[in-house]
């Protein structure tokens, strides 16, 4: 037959209803707290990753910037061939800030153009 004991005493069922009010606030405040950990170390792990790509990119733009100046430094050994040192230096200063500008000038009509669309 049946040896289960019902206990039917309202003043249990209240203390074992918030026991378990109690186990869910506790669980639910690890759970949000280990979300929070969880979020905070997928920030770390993307900072880290973005720290690392701009610390590349900066060698990058060293070296990239230190190769410019040595073509500049032969384009106007170069043409000094053909004029003298000082304006073959300033044609070359000229040329390149002529660039400059252009690449300048695009960027600017493609960044005003992203933050109209926006």
Do not use: W
């Not at 918030?18 to 979300?35: F, I, P, R």
């Not at 600017?108 to 669309?117: F, H, V």
């Amino acid at each position: 037959m049946n040896n289960k004991v019902v206990n039917k005493e309202p003043a249990t069922q209240r203390e074992s209803f918030t026991e378990l009010l109690g186990q869910l606030a506790k669980n639910s405040a690890a759970m949000v707290h280990d979300e929070i950990e969880l979020v905070i170390q997928r920030m770390r792990e993307k900072v880290e990753a973005v720290r690392s790509g701009v610390i590349l990119l900066a060698i990058g733009a060293a070296i990239s910037f230190a190769a410019f100046m040595s073509l500049c430094a032969a384009l106007i050994i170069g043409l000094t061939s053909y004029m003298a040192p000082a304006i073959a230096a300033l044609v070359t200063g000229v040329l390149f800030a002529l660039i400059g500008v252009v690449i300048a000038f695009i960027g600017y009509k493609q960044l005003k153009k992203s933050i109209l669309e926006t």
